[in-house]
């Protein structure tokens, strides 16, 4: 879903009359793909055909406007749980980005978590397939990524 229709939909609710209880939204995503599309640049969290993936990392609060640290309670969450997996990685192994990963995929079914972590191995292959393939089978290799993608997305990895 693009960030357009996600706002669309959160005008949309808010103007029926539903609260935003009510509304289901997609889980926060660091990926952001760029995609052409008509000659035109769009950038979206879903996969498309031949899409550059572009990691981003979200800013942690506001500093330099007032003096003081300014920090929402999603970053105060995040830095929480940065804190306890440095807290335990002597005994689980994992660091934070582990970690959190292992959190958001706890809920999921044995068999979606056996297929994460699969596509957890493919998905860099499949990217780098696409970076080394020729002209010819250029369009193969960003085919079989892009169902690779949206699976990944699909079951909430």
């Given at each position: 879903?693009?960030?357009?229709?996600?706002?669309?939909?959160?005008?949309?609710?808010?103007?029926?009359?539903?609260?935003?209880?009510?509304?289901?939204?997609?889980?926060?995503?660091?990926?952001?793909?760029?995609?052409?599309?008509?000659?035109?640049?769009?950038?979206?969290?879903?996969?498309?055909?031949?899409?550059?993936?572009?990691?981003?990392?979200?800013?942690?609060?506001l500093n330099k406007s007032t003096g003081r640290?300014?920090l929402g309670s999603d970053v105060r969450q995040e830095q929480h749980?940065?804190?306890?997996?440095?807290?335990?990685?002597?005994?689980?192994?994992?660091?934070?980005?582990?970690?959190?990963?292992?959190?958001?995929?706890?809920?999921?079914?044995?068999?979606?978590?056996?297929?994460?972590?699969?596509?957890?191995?493919?998905?860099?292959?499949?990217?780098?397939?696409?970076?080394?393939?020729?002209?010819?089978?250029?369009?193969?290799?960003?085919?079989?990524?892009?169902?690779?993608?949206?699976?990944?997305?699909?079951?909430?990895?």
């Open positions: 879903m693009t960030y357009l229709r996600l706002f669309t939909s959160l005008i949309v609710v808010l103007f029926s009359g539903l609260s935003l209880a009510d509304v289901t939204l997609p889980t926060p995503s660091r990926t952001v793909f760029k995609c052409q599309s008509g000659g035109k640049v769009l950038y979206s969290d879903s996969p498309c055909l031949g899409a550059q993936k572009i990691d981003v990392e979200p800013t942690r609060g640290e300014l749980r940065e804190n306890v997996a440095a807290a335990i990685q002597p005994i689980t192994g994992m660091d934070a980005k582990q970690f959190g990963t292992f959190g958001r995929r706890r809920n999921l079914s044995i068999e979606a978590q056996k297929e994460c972590k699969k596509l957890d191995v493919k998905i860099p292959i499949a990217e780098q397939e696409e970076k080394q393939a020729k002209p010819e089978a250029l369009a193969k290799s960003q085919s079989a990524l892009l169902v690779l993608r949206k699976r990944f997305r699909e079951i909430k990895c």
